[in-house]
């Protein structure tokens, strides 16, 4: 099983930056399209932002469209999530995953666990 763990939350203002990390346990990890998901309190977890294997596709939810950017270093197993121009209503726990489609990663459709998260605060 291919498992995640997320790293590189912390308290922000508005309008800091965050890089977030998710490293895959495995080297089939770049096999697969990843996704980042978030979920605020008392909301359910949502979609953020999601990568083909070969990083030549991206999509993103409309929230983050153009503040948000996602990489991916397959040598290092690892996706990224750059985060700019933060908002408190991005303040969440925020997990990545894997799946097969862009479009299956954006309808929530994943194929691992979910990780522990890495927590997100966005306050002044």
């Known amino acids: 099983q291919l498992q995640f763990v997320e790293s590189g939350g912390g308290l922000v203002q508005p309008g800091g930056s965050l890089r977030l990390s998710c490293v895959g346990s495995?080297?089939?990890?770049?096999?697969?399209?990843m996704g980042w998901y978030r979920q605020a309190p008392g909301k359910e977890r949502e979609f953020v932002a999601a990568?083909?294997?070969?990083?030549?596709?991206?999509y993103y939810a409309d929230s983050v469209k153009g503040r948000f950017t996602i990489s991916r270093d397959n040598a290092k197993n690892t996706v990224y999530l750059q985060m700019n121009v933060l908002k408190p209503e991005d303040t969440a726990v925020y997990y990545c995953?894997?799946?097969?489609?862009?479009?299956?990663?954006?309808?929530?459709?994943?194929?691992?666990?979910w990780g522990q998260g890495t927590q997100v605060t966005v306050s002044p």
């Open positions: 495995r080297s089939i990890f770049s096999i697969y399209g």
């Open positions: 990568i083909n294997w070969s990083a030549d596709s991206t």
């Open positions: 995953n894997r799946g097969t489609t862009l479009s299956r990663l954006r309808d929530g459709e994943t194929l691992s666990a």
